[in-house]
């Protein structure tokens, strides 16, 4: 099957800092989106980005399928943007997660 | 609309007992989606299905597991008999392809 992985594994940033945190694939998708599960355990959904670059608000991302990975850019982060940031993926309709990359920010 | 519905929101059971939990999918989603979160082994995508139809069941871990999809909108994940290595968060997710996944708030079971 299809490998994720998602790096760094974990991220320690100062409130208002940006961070990129990465996804690559194995294989060629046709799904790929980026989930923010928040300190309570709920998964949310951040973007639905298979190709191209999509924006909301601080948030952006980018995915290059043709060199098979993804980023997520954080900007101005704040202390609620903290979790874990996992990738999914997939050639049909059901999807592959990453380990996540475990976001930390301080006040 | 409600977004996906899952329950019981939290599940303590003895060890050899049935276990059941639920999930309602967003109106006009026609895929779902079970996944088991662990912190050994991360999210893993247990049972998929399409139009109520199983596509694929390879993540389901034994026969001790089972899933259905009775009509369009609600589906079971059951455990008969529960062990204490099933223990774990539960979450389905709906879809409407190519839109992406939504996922319910999760059951957290429990097997002693």
């Known amino acids: 099957g299809i490998q994720v992985e998602q790096s760094p594994p974990d991220l320690i940033l100062q409130e208002g800092a940006n961070s990129t945190l990465r996804c690559n694939f194995s294989d060629s998708v046709n799904n790929l989106q980026w989930f923010h599960q928040n300190p309570w355990g709920q998964l949310i959904n951040l973007f639905y980005?298979?190709?191209g670059t999509k924006q909301n608000g601080r948030l952006s991302a980018t995915t290059v399928a043709t060199e098979r990975y993804s980023l997520l850019y954080i900007s101005s982060s704040q202390t609620t943007d903290s979790g874990v940031y996992f990738c999914?993926?997939?050639?049909?309709?059901?999807?592959?997660f990453g380990a996540g990359t475990r976001l930390t920010v301080k006040p | 609309d409600a977004g996906v519905i899952q329950s019981p929101r939290h599940e303590v059971t003895e060890m050899g007992q049935e276990v059941t939990l639920r999930c309602k999918l967003i109106?006009?989603?026609?895929?779902l989606f079970w996944y088991r979160q662990t912190m050994m082994r991360g999210l893993e995508l247990l049972i998929y299905?399409?139009?109520?139809?199983?596509?694929?069941d390879s993540g389901m871990p034994e026969d001790r597991f089972s899933a259905k999809m009775p009509n369009a909108s609600f589906s079971t994940l059951k455990i008969q008999p529960s062990e204490p290595r099933d223990s774990a968060v539960y979450f389905c997710a709906s879809s409407l392809h190519p839109y992406g996944y939504t996922f319910g708030s999760g059951t957290r079971l429990t097997v002693v």
């Open positions: 999914a993926v997939g050639r049909t309709n059901d999807m592959r």
């Open positions: 980005i298979p190709s």
């Open positions: 109106s006009g989603h026609n895929s």
């Open positions: 299905f399409n139009n109520n139809v199983p596509i694929d």
